[in-house]
T-cell receptor, first 113, second 114 residues
Framework: SQQGEEDPQALSIQEGENATMNCSYKTSINNLQWYRQNSGRGLVHLILIRSNEREKHSGRLRVTLDTSKKSSSLLITASRAADTASYFCATDAITGGYNKLIFGAGTRLAVHP | DAGVIQSPRHEVTEMGQEVTLRCKPISGHNSLFWYRQTMMRGLELLIYFNNNVPIDDSGMPEDRFSAKMPNASFSTLKIQPSEPRDSAVYFC????????????FGPGTRLTVT
């Protein structure tokens, strides 16, 4: 099974509402990252939170990390139609002798005008 | 900065043909990754280079796939012979540092094998 798994798989909201996506992982991590992928595009890095951090902000994005529960959440406040995309969490895991980034399956967010 | 550049953006080919995908990483980045994305399997790491040396190719599906990085500014992913199940979007990504650092993705190559 995957190191990082997002929940929900899909989320549909109205413009102006907040969107919350969750990520759970299995093994200890050094950092956790969130990426966004617009349809037909490559992934774009949004934010990185280290294992010794509990919360991080970037504009309308708020990320929390709970290492005791092995989970993270991404909150997008005051969502806009342009936020429509898939969001992926990525965690580092030591495999094959090096620290590797493993992506989850993603949450598809649809923001309706 | 131009970001990670991939070519071609779209490739349609017939089963059995050779396919070569190209990638130019961001200048100064010393790690390069090839990923494959499908609806069924999500985003899979195929191969990881650090300082032009392949570090992990355990994700390469089979011998039909090969990747090279002859210098710091260029990499290729080759499929020979191609099969319909190779149809996917292939992404190249680069990072400044090791594999678990922030990665910068290219726009991808959408490959269709008929």
């Amino acid at each position: 099974s995957q190191q990082g798994e997002e929940d929900p798989q899909a989320l549909s909201i109205q413009e102006g509402e907040n969107a919350t996506m969750n990520c759970s992982y299995k093994t200890s991590i050094n950092n956790l990252q969130w990426y966004r992928q617009n349809s037909g595009r490559g992934l774009v890095h949004l934010i990185l939170i280290r294992s010794n951090e509990r919360e991080k902000h970037s504009g309308r994005l708020r990320v929390t990390l709970d290492t005791s529960k092995k989970s993270s959440s991404l909150l997008i406040t005051a969502s806009r139609a342009a936020d429509t995309a898939s969001y992926f969490c990525a965690t580092d895991a030591i495999t094959g002798g090096y620290n590797k980034l493993i992506f989850g399956a993603g949450t598809r967010l649809a923001v309706h005008p | 900065d131009a970001g990670v550049i991939q070519s071609p953006r779209h490739e349609v080919t017939e089963m059995g043909q050779e396919v070569t995908l190209r990638c130019k990483p961001i200048s100064g980045h010393n790690s390069l990754f090839w990923y494959r994305q499908t609806m069924m399997r999500g985003l899979e790491l195929l191969i990881y280079f650090n300082n032009n040396v392949p570090i992990d190719d355990s994700g390469m599906p089979e011998d039909r796939f090969s990747a090279k990085m002859p210098n710091a500014s260029f990499s290729t992913l080759k499929i020979q012979p191609s099969e319909p199940r190779d149809s996917a979007v292939y992404f190249c990504a680069s990072s400044l540092g090791q594999a678990a650092y922030e990665q910068y993705f290219g726009p991808g190559t959408r490959l269709t094998v008929t």
